[in-house]
Nanobody, 118 residues
Framework: QVQLVESGGGLVQPGGSLRLSCAAS????????MDWYRQAPGKQRELVAA???????NYADSVKGRFTISRDNAKNTWYLQMNSLKPEDTAVYYC????????????WGQGTQVTVSS
């Protein structure tokens, strides 16, 4: 079994910053991809940022230049640094990973609320 535990959400004013963390634990041989998704009320879940095992990154157009995804392989942890936050960034943020232990499996975190409001 694998667990993804998120932390770092909260309430922040427009223009502020937050850093989300996601730590994976359990039966892990390797983590092939680490992602962050978000889901705002009444909207579909969307990919925000992704990082591969080779450190290639990909970002949604709406967050390019403001958000940065990074990973610490030794800790099986990845991060989402969010700067210049806007009210439209308000959503529940979920971490996701493709983890190899024999086969590859998809795992999700429990979600953390990010609210950007004055």
């Amino acid at each position: 079994q694998v667990q993804l535990v998120e932390s770092g959400g909260g309430l922040v004013q427009p223009g502020g910053s937050l850093r989300l963390s996601c730590a994976a634990s359990g039966r892990i041989f390797s983590i092939d991809a680490m992602d962050w998704y978000r889901q705002a009320p009444g909207k579909q879940r969307e990919l925000v940022a992704a990082i591969t095992s080779g450190d290639r990154t990909n970002y949604a157009d709406s967050v390019k230049g403001r958000f940065t995804i990074s990973r610490d392989n030794a800790k099986n942890t990845w991060y989402l640094q969010m700067n210049s936050l806007k009210p439209e960034d308000t959503a529940v943020y979920y971490c996701h990973a493709i983890i190899k232990y024999g086969n590859r499996f998809s795992y999700w975190g429990q979600g953390t609320q990010v609210t950007v409001s004055s």
